[in-house]
T-cell receptor, first 112, second 113 residues
């Protein structure tokens, strides 16, 4: 069973905010939401993770709904270099989260 | 600083040959992971090391696959008697405590003819 559901693809204009949704309706109380991305021909790159509070770092913001059944990754000012497949993953934190389960992800295309 | 490095970047081999893939994790990262990504597919977990021990080998697809890690650093993934279905990009990642973030290398593209 898929633990997360993401749109297959999205487009965004350069300089605009990219909002990538993820549904994780079966998330359990001790599971975190993780986001990674994979630029073509490169290894995946960690972006951000959170439990229930909204999180922000230098790359992105993560908004998690109060019921934790969905979340949104926000890239505030998308650039062409942000074109990549974005993966939303749920799992335990810390040392228990060693087996990342990547789904199909969302292909974000940033257009000039 | 230096990231995770993998070698070779590309490997072409003939069916039935053995191959060794190397991963140099980031210094100080005690956890190390191997994944593979077949063409058009998602990432598939293979094995996880904590130090030199491998608590979870459940992702290894067959007994032709093995991996070791020495000195809590470099890891080698060995595939014996390679088959065409082994063709994929093999990715290595490492992680420091508290292990919430995995740092991936660029991968080794393996092609079995």
């Amino acid at each position: 069973d898929a633990k997360t559901t993401q749109p297959t693809s999205m487009d965004c204009a350069e300089g605009r905010a990219a909002n990538l949704p993820c549904n994780h309706s079966t998330i359990s109380g001790n599971e975190y939401v993780y986001w990674y991305r994979q630029i073509h021909s490169q290894g995946p790159q960690y972006i951000i993770h959170g439990l229930k509070n909204n999180e922000t770092n230098e790359m992105a913001s993560l908004i998690i709904t109060e019921d934790r059944k969905s979340s949104t990754l926000i890239l505030p000012h998308a650039t062409l270099r942000d074109t990549a497949v974005y993966y939303c993953i749920v799992g335990p934190s810390g040392g228990s989260n060693y087996k990342l389960t990547f789904g199909k992800g969302t292909l974000l295309t940033v257009n000039p | 600083g230096a990231g995770v490095s993998q070698s070779p970047s590309n490997k072409v081999t003939e069916k039935g040959k053995d191959v060794e893939l190397r991963c140099d994790p980031i210094s100080g990262h005690t956890a190390l992971y191997w994944y593979r990504q077949s063409l058009g597919q998602g990432l598939e977990f293979l094995i996880y090391f904590q130090g030199n021990s491998a608590p979870d080998k459940s992702g290894l697809p067959s007994d032709r696959f093995s991996a070791e890690r020495t000195g809590g650093s470099v890891s080698t993934l060995t595939i014996q008697r390679t088959q065409q279905e082994d063709s994929a990009v093999y990715l290595c990642a490492s992680s420091p405590p508290p292990y919430n973030e995995q740092f991936f290398g660029p991968g080794t593209r393996l092609t079995v003819l």
